[in-house]
Nanobody, 121 residues
Framework: QVQLVESGGGLVQAGGSLRLSCAASGDIFSINGMGWYRQAPGNQRELVATITNGGNSNYADSVKGRFTISRDNAKNTVYLQMNSLSPEDTAVYYC???????????????WGQGTQVTVSS
């Protein structure tokens, strides 16, 4: 099996910063893309940022210039540095990884359990 465990969420004032981490573990041969998504109450889950195993990143327009995604391939870990946070960023943040398991012939997407980020005004 494969597990993704997020950490780093919490409560922060508007204008503040948080850094999220997500570590993948288990029966992993390799990981392709990794990413962060978020879901606010009453809203659908939306993409925040993704990063390839080569380091190419992609961001939602709403976070460009404020958030930075990075990854440590040796640790199977993806990070999300969030700066200049606003109340609109309040949501549960989920990490996602496209994983090739040992002995498998195709990849599968796995999700973390989510971490709450709350930004107060």
């Amino acid at each position: 099996q494969v597990q993704l465990v997020e950490s780093g969420g919490g409560l922060v004032q508007a204008g503040g910063s948080l850094r999220l981490s997500c570590a993948a573990s288990g029966d992993i041969f390799s990981i392709n893309g990794m990413g962060w998504y978020r879901q606010a109450p009453g809203n659908q889950r939306e993409l925040v940022a993704t990063i390839t195993n080569g380091g190419n990143s992609n961001y939602a327009d709403s976070v460009k210039g404020r958030f930075t995604i990075s990854r440590d391939n040796a640790k199977n870990t993806v990070y999300l540095q969030m700066n200049s946070l606003s109340p609109e960023d309040t949501a549960v943040y989920y990490c996602n990884a496209e994983v090739l398991r040992r002995g498998a012939w195709r990849t599968f997407h796995y999700w973390g359990q989510g971490t709450q980020v709350t930004v107060s005004s």
